[in-house]
C-alpha cells in the first residue's frame, strides 16, 4: 500500500480514538517507550509514531502539533539528563523505587470513578462531585452559569480516559482502574509499574520543550491515603465518607522531595493545606515568578469560576464607557493588575506617524472616524483593560483592531490573536495585515484550514500577530499554555463576538477560549467587537470588560421590504405599528410574458436596476437555491449586458477551468458571461478566491450567495437583496438579517446603500415583528448538544490542568 494512505489510516485511527480534538483540545503523538508500555495501557489505543523525521511525523498530524522522533527525544533526554538542573533531580527517580509521593500530584487531576452511593452522583470532576443546587432566575446571565443537571450529564471519567488515551498519558486513570478491580485494594507497586512509569517520565522530559520546563507527569508517595486531600483545596466527597479509602502504589520519584512531603504529610488532612504546601515550596526553590495562585492549575481556576457562576445573581450593568484620554482612569475593574505596560512610542495613538502614513497608503485612510479616535483614546484601552465595542456593520471597527493590534506589538512587545470567524476572513486580514508587517517588521502568520503550527515557533526579536480562526486560536491557546509561552501573548481580539452565542458548536469553543484566556491570570487583554449583540452589557460581565458603542455608520444604509409589486421602505421611527412599512413605490419591470412567469418576485428586475454599473449581492436561503436564482437572473437581463467587461469575464472563466482540472461547473459555465456567479460552500476555496477577487475588481457584478457570507470577506454591495426570509428552513433572526443587509452601504459604494427584503404576503406580519424586534441577545451555547460544549472545557482544562502540575511537579523537585 502507498505510505501516503497508510499515514492517513493512522492517523484516522487516532482521530477515532479522540473525539475531543477536533475543538483544540491538545494531543501528542506518541513514541518509541510507549511500545513497551502498551501491555499495560489496556486503554491505550493510539499506535506508536513510526516516523522517522521530523517532516514525516508533521505530515501526519494535521494540527501541526509538534513531533518529535524516537532519535531526537533520546537525544533530548540525554541533553536534559547533562544540562538541566530540574532533570538531574528526576533522573535518580530510577533509581529510587521505594521513595514515593502521590500526594502532591492530585489536585485537579484526581478523577475519582466510584459511584457515590449516597448521591447517585457517579462522576466526580476534579475530585469534587458537584452536588450544588442552581437558583434559577429567568433574567440571569447565563454566560457559563450551568446547572447540577448539565455537569452531571458530563461523563468526565469516560472521557477524560478517552483523552488520556488519545496522549498515551493514561498512568493515573490506569492505577485508578486497578483499585476498582481490587476494590479499593492496594496492590504492590510492581517493578513493571515502576519502569513504566519512570520511562513515561523519561518521556515525558525528553518530550518537553526546549526550555527547561520538562514534563514529569506524576509522583507518588508511600502515604496513605486516608491523608490524601486534592492539591486544590477541594475536598474529595469519598474520603469525607470513606477514610480507609487508599490511593494505590507509590512509585518513582525525587528523595529531597519526598522527604519534603512525610513529613507535612500529616498537614493534608487540612484543606487549607496545600495552598501553605506550595508557598513553601516556593520558598525552597528559588524559581521566579512561582506564586502559588499562578501555579494554581488551569482546569482548578476554570472549575471554581463555573460553580461560582451557577449561583451568581444578575451582574450589574457594567459602565457604558465613553470616556476621553484626559479623564481621570476608572479603577474599579479587578484586572488592575494590567495596568500600564503600554508606553506611547509616538504620537499617532501611542504609535509613531509612520504608521498613519502606511494606514493611508495600504488602506487609503487618511484620517479616522471621531469614534475611532475616542475609542482608541479610552482610558480602559491604556489600562490595558478588557473591552468590548459595539457598532453598526461598516463602522470601520477593524481598523480600531489593528490599531490595537500594533500597539500591543509596538508598545508592549507582545503578540497578539486576532481570532475571526472564516477561513476567507483570516486570509483577508492576514493580507490586508501583511504589508504592514513587511514595513514595520513584524511577523503575521495565518491559522486557519491546514496552516498554523502549534505552539508557534519562537521569535526573539520580532513580534507576531497570530490570524487565527475560532477552532484554530483555541488550538493555539492550548499549544502555547502547555509550552508555558503564554506570557508572549499580551491580547487577544475577537471579531464578531456574538458567535460566542452560536448553537452549531463553534459558541461554545469561542466561550471555551474566552473563559481559558480569562482564567489564565496570564494580563492577556480581551477586546472584542460586533455589530449585532442585544445584552453587550452581559457579555462585558462575562469578559470583565468595558463597553464602547456608538450608532455610527459612514454610508447610510435604507432598508425595504418587497411584498408582491410593491416596494415599502422600513420606517424604524414609526410611532405605531401601521407606519413601519412605508409604501415607496410600485415595481414594474417590463417583463416578457415568459419572464414574468419564470420571475414573479421581479429579482432579475430588481437586479438589474443597479448592474452592471454598480453590484448587487442576493442572498438565498440554501445552496441550490443560489445557482437556481442565478440563473433566473440570467434569463431575465438584456443581452447588452453579455458585452459588459468581455475580456475580464473570460479570462476569469479560463481561470476557473484550470482550477477545475479543464472543467468549470455548467451553471457558472452559463451564467459567468452575464457578470453573475453565486458562492456556497460547494465552491472550492480556490474557485471562491477567484470569484470574490473578480466580484471586487468589478468584473462579476452580482453574486447569489448563502448567509456565510454576510459575515464572510469584505464583498461591498450597492444593493443586497434577501430572496426569502428564511436562512434554510429558519426563519431570519435580526443579527444574521442585519449582517447580510451591513453589506450594503459600505465607505465608497456611493452614497447610500440599499437592502431589499423579498417576503410573501403571508409573511408580512412576521417581518414586521423581525424588523421591530429589539437585538437577539447572546446566551452560552456550553450546554446544548448534550453538553459536548462543556465537557471539552473541562476535559481541555484537565488536560493542560495535568501539563501545568507536571511542570509545577518539576519545578519543585
Ligand atoms: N476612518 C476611516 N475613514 C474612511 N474609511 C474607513 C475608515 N475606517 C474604516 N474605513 C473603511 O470602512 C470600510 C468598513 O470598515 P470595517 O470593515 O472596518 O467595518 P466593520 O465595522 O468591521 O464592518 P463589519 O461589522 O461589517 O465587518 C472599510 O472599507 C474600511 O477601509
Redesign the pocket.
Known sequence: MDEEIVRKVIYRKSCLTSRYKQNGCLRRHSHGPINRHQPIFKNSSIKPCMASTPQQCRRRTTDNSECETRTQAKDKAKTCTNSNVLIENVTPLKRQKTKHNFNFIKGITSLDGRPDKHTNVCRNICGESFSVTTVKSPTQNQMLSLDESMLARVDLDSAVKDYCDSQNRNINLDIQSTEHEDHYHVPNPSEEHFNVINDEIMKSSSQGSDDSSCKVRTQYSESRCDKYRPLNRIQHKDMVTNSSYCMAPHVGINSAQNEHFQITDSAWVNDSFSEDVINNMDKDIPISNCSPLSNMPLGEKIKRALISNVQKPVTPKPKNVQVNAGDEPQNSSSNTEKLSTFFDIGPFFGLPLKVKSLIQKF???????PW?KECLNLVALQQRKNLVYA???????????EMLILRELFCSRKNAIFVVPYVAIVQEKVRSLAPFGLELDFFVEEYAAGKGQYPPPKRRRKQTVYVATIEKALGLTNSLIEAQRMKEVGLCIV??LHLVGDSNGRGSVLEGLLTKLLYLQASIQIVG???TIGNLHEIATFLDAEMFTQDFR?VELKEYVKCENKLYAVNLRAACPDEFLMLERKLSFSYSAAAASIDPDMIGGLVGEVIPKSSCLVFCPTKKSCENVAQLICSVLPKEILQYKKEEKKALYRALTSEGNGSVCPVLRKILPFGIAYHHSGLTADEKNLLQEAYQSGTLCCICCTSTLA?GV?L?AKRVILRSPYIGRDFINLSRYK?MI??AG???FGEMGESILICKTNETQKVKELLSSPMDEVTSSLHLNDGLGIQNLVLSAVGLAQIQVSCLTIRVT
Open positions: 488602506k487609503g485612510i487618511s484620517d479616522l472616524y475611532q457598532l453598526p456593520t461598516s463602522g470601520g471597527k477593524t481598523l480600531v483592531a471579531d464578531e467587537m460586533s455589530a459612514p459575515a469584505n461591498p449582517q451591513g453589506r459600505r465607505v465608497g
